[in-house]
């Protein structure tokens, strides 16, 4: 994960202008095929790949602030989403989960069977909540089969800092009963006065959650081989259909795979001129971190028992798509997800932070951290928790991406240049006595690591492996001869071991802590340049 250290005020997108036939449109799941109508003022919001298995096949959100609807405690984002319930599962998967219980870190609780279970158990929004139509058939549609209606509220606790509250959610859902599979649609909107909302509200949900309608599939032979080249293998292409699924039906969105990644981009889709653009950036983009392997695989030879997977290079197309995808606190400019293997940045259109060189800088941090999860071998198959002592240090991972995002591409070479943004903050830290005794943070993990001071933490990793890296180069004798092993031996005995404990002790087991950490600091007042 890469963070900035200053995130300019975002400018509110404007409100996307109803479309000209009224308040709804149609929208469609190929996979589900179905159609069926959602307001204007809702847009479709990608699926975060890998938060588990889960009944939610497409989800609406208001893009922008001014769509938001007041309930009684302040305006909220109201949602509209797909789900499937495949009847083949019900017998052969049975949900096990409890309601409340979390499996992973997303908070993922299994599939439910049933869209009956996963409204009683497994929804997360299910709070304090209370039926007021529960499953009332429905005679089929002209081109819809049989459904069941439902309405219920959720009471949300909320806080002010003074008093507790409550805010009331309403919900309506239809469920409409194919041979093979429960299709719903689920409206969720906030109440402002007494139990339900606003009439015109309530004609929303009603309408678009009423008006399923069957589409024929197209079961043809529709790959277009020249996208999908290097998806060469049975694993690879399984991953290439997830990665499409995921951007089906998803205006603004499409994709192309090269050699080490399936690249996912978007555009506006109100301004389809701008996706040539979006094209030559992923392009640009992917092309670049291709040959960032290149120094990668110089540091960390690539071994035969190195993962191999194929991981997705996601590109949105604004800061705040990219927030919504993955519910991003602000600051944070990149990720990468070793359970999902998903690597995730956005377009800087707006130079929020740095546009596109510090992109691409983002770009080699996070896909640092793709290459150190295959050489490391430190995927993240199930539960987060599982991951334990396995984990690389803070120190070392964050502060080798952010090494990584120093170089530039010059002709044939890479060039390197210290990052001034992370300069400037070790220097303050050290003027001021406030950086972490690196006896210390080469030992902290995430838990202290991240926090409000985690630009501060990144600043300090990312200086003690650029001292680890370029010490000996630049100072010579200065540098002890024990301090220049420091990052093999880390390298050679989490790659043994997978002990990050064991890791950290023998790197730096016989050094004078005291006499590294002075070469350091001065290293950060006179040498990091």
Request: charged content about 30%.
């Amino acid at each position: 994960m890469r963070h900035a250290f200053l995130i300019a005020t975002l400018v509110a997108l404007a409100a996307v202008p109803a479309a000209a036939q009224g308040e709804f449109r149609w929208e469609q799941s190929d996979a589900l095929k179905v159609r069926f109508k959602v307001h204007n003022k809702v847009f479709p919001i990608p699926l975060k790949l890998g938060a588990g298995e889960s009944e939610v096949r497409m989800q609406f959100e208001p893009k922008d602030p001014g769509d938001y609807i007041y309930g009684r405690y302040g305006a909220f984002k109201w949602e509209f989403v797909v789900l499937e319930f495949p009847k083949a599962n019900a017998a052969s998967k049975p949900a096990t989960g409890k309601p409340g219980a979390a499996v992973d870190e997303d908070g993922d609780r299994g599939p439910a069977s049933s869209f009956v279970q996963w409204v009683t158990e497994r929804d997360r929004n299910n709070k304090d909540r209370t039926f007021a139509v529960k499953g009332k058939e429905m005679k089929p549609k002209a081109k819809a089969p049989a459904w069941t209606w439902w309405e219920y509220t959720d009471k949300v606790p909320m806080t002010n800092g003074a008093e507790d509250f409550e805010q009331l959610w309403y919900n309506t859902a239809a469920v409409y009963s194919y041979p093979d599979r429960d299709v719903a649609l689920v409206a969720r909107i906030p109440v402002k006065k007494g139990t339900k909302p606003d009439p015109k509200h309530m004609k929303w949900m009603e309408t678009m959650c009423q008006s399923v309608e069957t589409i024929a599939g197209d079961d043809g032979d529709s790959v277009d081989t020249k996208r999908d080249q290097y998806a060469n293998s049975e694993e690879r292409k399984q991953d290439l259909e997830r990665a499409k699924a995921n951007i089906a039906n998803l205006k603004g969105w499409d994709y192309f795979t090269t050699p080490n990644f399936i690249v996912l981009y978007s555009w506006n889709p109100e301004q389809p001129a701008k996706r040539n653009d979006s094209l030559k950036l992923a392009r640009y983009l992917s092309d670049n971190l291709e040959e960032m392997r290149e120094l990668y695989q110089k540091d960390y030879p690539p071994h035969d028992k190195q993962l191999t997977f194929y991981s997705v290079l996601r590109i949105c197309d604004s800061y705040d798509e990219f927030r919504k995808y993955g519910d991003t606190p602000a600051g944070v400019i990149g990720w990468f997800n070793p359970r999902s293997l998903e690597l995730v940045v956005f377009d800087d259109k707006q130079n929020l932070v740095g546009g596109d060189k510090n992109l691409l800088a983002t770009v080699f941090h996070e896909g640092w951290h793709q290459y150190g999860c295959s050489y490391f071998g430190l995927r993240i198959e199930d539960d987060a928790a599982q991951l334990g002592g396995k984990e690389l240090h803070r120190w070392f991972d964050e502060g080798t991406g952010d090494y990584y995002g120093g170089f530039t591409r010059a002709g044939k070479s890479w060039k390197y240049a210290v990052d001034k943004g992370r300069k400037q903050s070790i220097r303050a830290q050290v003027a001021r006595g406030t950086f972490i005794p690196v006896a210390e943070i080469i030992n902290w993990n995430k838990d202290k690591f991240y926090g409000p001071r985690a630009p501060d933490h990144y600043a300090q990793g990312y200086a003690i492996v650029d001292f680890l890296r370029r010490g000996k180069q630049v100072l010579g004798a200065k540098f002890d001869d024990r301090w220049d092993q420091v990052l093999e031996i880390y390298r050679a005995t989490m790659l043994e071991t997978k002990d990050q404990k064991q890791a950290v002790k023998k790197a730096f087991e016989g050094i004078d802590m005291a006499a590294f950490e002075a070469q350091w600091v001065e290293w950060v007042k006179t040498q990091m340049n």
